[in-house]
């Protein structure tokens, strides 16, 4: 019988954003991880509001591009909800685009945005089998040890998720695409500093996923 997988949001936004032909390695694998699917699909709800979150940005730097095309003094470095990566992504988009008549523009990005909902939409009705620990059952004690190695907030609360679940559970995979916390090294050492923290919510030794990490895999 396969493993079940747990997957990262990454996983997820790289596999909607597939092109047949035109994309990168590292989406092509995501994409194939799921297409070709092996055992349950898990997400923690944690997951969840990231994927709406996602949506909820992609909405927010369209607009951005939209205004810096009809206006090239349109600064996004004023809008307070974008972050430098969303700001560079932003650019890029931009510049990619900005030649392209304004009215045509907007009907492109929005068809993009159509689209990139809808296969969220199909991915969370047809190819997932189980969301997970609801954001309100973290165990906040493991998300804060797992800060003191991984600074990102959000994805120190998915592995908290994942790590609280796999307690529970038969060893299944934590697939993820992240190239800078979750490197096959690195989630080694994270392992031995939380069997080391004998964490007071934790009743027994902590059980582990096993890592696929598709940045690392041929």
Same mark, same amino acid.
């Given at each position: 019988?396969?493993?079940?997988?747990?997957?990262?949001?990454?996983?997820?936004?790289?596999? %909607?954003?597939?092109?047949?032909?035109?994309?990168?390695?590292?989406?092509?694998?995501?994409?194939?991880?799921?297409?070709?699917?092996?055992?349950?699909?898990?997400?923690?709800?944690?997951?969840?509001?990231?994927?709406?979150?996602?949506?909820? #940005?992609?909405?927010?730097?369209?607009?951005?591009?939209?205004?810096?095309?009809?206006? =090239?003094?349109?600064?996004?470095?004023?809008?307070?909800?974008?972050?430098?990566?969303?700001?560079?992504?932003?650019?890029?988009?931009?510049?990619?685009?900005?030649?392209?008549?304004?009215?045509?523009?907007?009907?492109? +990005?929005?068809?993009?945005?159509?689209?990139?909902?809808?296969?969220?939409?199909?991915?969370?009705?047809?190819?997932?089998?189980?969301?997970?620990?609801?954001?309100?059952?973290?165990?906040?004690? +493991? %998300?804060?040890?797992?800060?003191?190695?991984?600074?990102?907030?959000?994805?120190?609360?998915?592995?908290?998720?994942?790590?609280?679940?796999?307690?529970?559970?038969?060893?299944?995979?934590?697939?993820?695409?992240?190239?800078?916390?979750?490197? =096959?090294?690195?989630?080694?050492? +994270? #392992?031995?500093?939380?069997?080391?923290?004998? +964490?007071?919510?934790?009743?027994?030794? =902590?059980?582990?996923?096993?890592? %696929?990490?598709?940045?690392?895999?041929?």
């Amino acid at each position: 019988m396969n493993k079940a997988s747990f997957l990262d949001t990454n996983v997820i936004i790289h596999y %909607v954003n597939y092109k047949e032909n035109k994309s990168i390695d590292i989406i092509t694998k995501c994409y194939s991880y799921i297409s070709d699917k092996q055992g349950k699909f898990i997400i923690c709800y944690a997951t969840l509001n990231e994927l709406f979150d996602v949506i909820k #940005k992609r909405a927010i730097i369209y607009k951005e591009v939209l205004a810096k095309v009809e206006n =090239p003094n349109h600064s996004f470095e004023k809008n307070k909800s974008l972050s430098k990566r969303d700001i560079s992504y932003a650019e890029k988009l931009y510049l990619t685009n900005k030649q392209i008549e304004l009215k045509k523009l907007n009907e492109i +990005l929005a068809s993009e945005r159509e689209i990139f909902e809808i296969k969220i939409e199909q991915f969370l009705k047809y190819q997932l089998d189980e969301k997970v620990i609801p954001i309100e059952t973290i165990n906040i004690e +493991l %998300v804060n040890k797992i800060r003191e190695i991984i600074l990102n907030y959000a994805d120190c609360k998915i592995l908290a998720s994942a790590f609280q679940l796999q307690n529970e559970r038969d060893i299944f995979k934590f697939v993820t695409a992240d190239k800078t916390d979750l490197d =096959p090294n690195s989630y080694e050492y +994270l #392992k031995e500093h939380l069997e080391l923290s004998k +964490l007071s919510s934790l009743s027994k030794k =902590p059980k582990f996923p096993e890592l %696929v990490n598709l940045m690392f895999e041929n």
